[in-house]
């Protein structure tokens, strides 16, 4: 596509619940990351994936939080038990590639607004 | 995070006039990067600088980036009202990861 997709804009949920916010990356990049916002902060790195591995996962914050990208193309992040301190904007990125290059700028996609009630 | 401070927290500018955001990192910068945000939106790339000394400019825009010091600054000449929103500052990293500073809310008022 012409931009980073993201699905769904807002998701509200119970605590406890299971959810997955997808991503669908620029065609062709193939460095694709994740990245979550609280209100007033910047952006907080998860996890981010070259290709279908993830090649640096030090950001999840701990074993509820998964993500995936199968074809090395579109990315789900998942959340087992949801928490209400797990509310914030999940943010997705890609990238042509992975470098130091000037060449590899992130393009951010909308967002994914979680609530957890 | 604390790898990157920006300052001022928050700023709020008559219209036409012009504003300074500053952009500090605590660790060896590989790249920095300026991105906008609006409420609810997500990022819009800005400008990237690598090179000590190097300056860029998109229309009122300008940021600059001295490498010694490990600092940026993002200067906005006549602010207008689409100028508004939170600059964020991001610093590329040697393991690839970008990392962002908490933000600047500008307001410009008419």
């Known amino acids: 596509g012409a931009g980073v997709s993201q699905t769904p804009s807002n998701k509200v949920t119970e605590k406890g619940k299971y959810v997955e916010l997808r991503c669908d990356p620029i065609?062709?990049?193939?460095?694709l990351y994740w990245y979550r916002q609280s209100l007033g902060q910047g952006p907080e790195f998860l996890i981010y994936?070259?290709?279908?591995?993830?090649?640096?996962d030090s950001g999840l914050p701990n074993d509820r939080f998964f993500a995936v990208r199968p074809e090395g193309s579109v990315s789900t992040l998942k959340i087992q038990r949801t928490e209400r301190g797990d509310s914030a904007v999940y943010l997705c990125?890609?990238?042509?590639?992975?470098?130091?290059?000037?060449?590899?700028?992130?393009?951010f996609g909308a967002g994914s607004r979680l609530t957890v009630l | 995070s604390q790898e990157l401070e920006q300052s001022p927290q928050s700023l709020i500018v008559q219209e036409g006039k012009n504003l300074t955001i500053n952009c500090t990192s605590s660790?060896?910068?590989?790249?920095l990067y300026w991105y906008k945000q609006k409420y609810g939106e997500g990022l819009i790339f800005l400008m990237m600088?690598?090179?000590?000394?190097e300056e860029k400019s998109h229309e009122k825009i300008t940021a600059k980036l001295d490498e010694k010091k490990q600092q940026s600054s993002l200067h906005i000449t006549a602010s207008q009202p689409s100028h508004a929103g939170i600059y964020l500052c991001?610093?590329?990293?040697?393991?690839?990861?970008?990392?962002f500073g908490a933000g600047t809310t500008v307001t410009v008022r008419a």
């Open positions: 991001g610093a590329l990293r040697r393991d690839y990861k970008l990392s």
């Open positions: 065609s062709g990049h193939t460095a």
């Open positions: 600088l690598q090179k000590g000394g």
């Open positions: 990125a890609s990238s042509p590639g992975l470098g130091l290059s000037g060449a590899n700028v992130l393009t």
């Open positions: 660790k060896t910068l590989y790249g």
């Open positions: 994936f070259q290709g279908t591995g993830a090649a640096d």
